[in-house]
């Protein structure tokens, strides 16, 4: 267990949440679209 290998498991869970956050925001992107077929969504 070395400090080395934190950082790179915390690099990791970074990347991770980069990826995530990128694939919601193109969820966010293509939602209004929708949005505009239905009225049931706000």
């Given at each position: 267990?070395?400090?080395?290998?934190?950082?790179?498991?915390?690099?990791?869970?970074?990347?991770?949440?980069?990826?995530?956050?990128?694939?919601?925001?193109?969820?966010?992107?293509t939602?209004?679209?929708?949005?505009?077929?239905?009225?049931?969504v706000?």
């Open positions: 267990y070395t400090i080395k290998r934190e950082i790179v498991t915390i690099v990791n869970i970074n990347t991770k949440i980069n990826n995530l956050n990128s694939f919601v925001e193109k969820i966010l992107l939602l209004p679209l929708f949005s505009l077929n239905s009225s049931d706000v």
